[in-house]
Nanobody, 116 residues
């Protein structure tokens, strides 16, 4: 069964920290590079960070230096810790394999709202 379940989003004040989690089905997670994406109101979905099956990480410019992506291969779970949250981090956050297309399966996402 194909499944992605994101959690951990919340309403937080600017400067705060959140840890997002994504539980994925084996078919999506296993041996794939995984990524966190986000979609802000009125904007296209964008890649935030990715992690390969070997643990190599890459971050998008806006979150680099204040975010950490990690994965637990025993739990088919990928995490995103975001520090020093800013108003423009407000978005729905999704996880999926790297290269997932809009027509692929996506989970429901988790809402992150940063208040000033």
């Amino acid at each position: 069964q194909v499944q992605l379940v994101e959690s951990g989003g919340a309403l937080v004040q600017a400067g705060g920290t959140l840890v997002l989690s994504c539980a994925a089905s084996e078919s999506i997670f296993s041996r794939n590079a995984m990524a966190w994406y986000r979609q802000a109101p009125g904007k296209q979905r964008e890649l935030v960070a990715l992690i390969t099956s070997a643990g190599t990480t890459v971050y998008a410019g806006p979150v680099k230096g204040r975010s950490t992506i990690s994965r637990d291969n025993t739990k088919n779970t990928v995490y995103l810790q975001m520090n020093s949250l800013r108003f423009d981090d407000t978005a729905v956050y999704y996880c999926n394999r790297v290269g997932a297309l809009p027509t692929n399966y996506w989970g429901q996402g988790t809402q992150v709202t940063v208040s000033s």
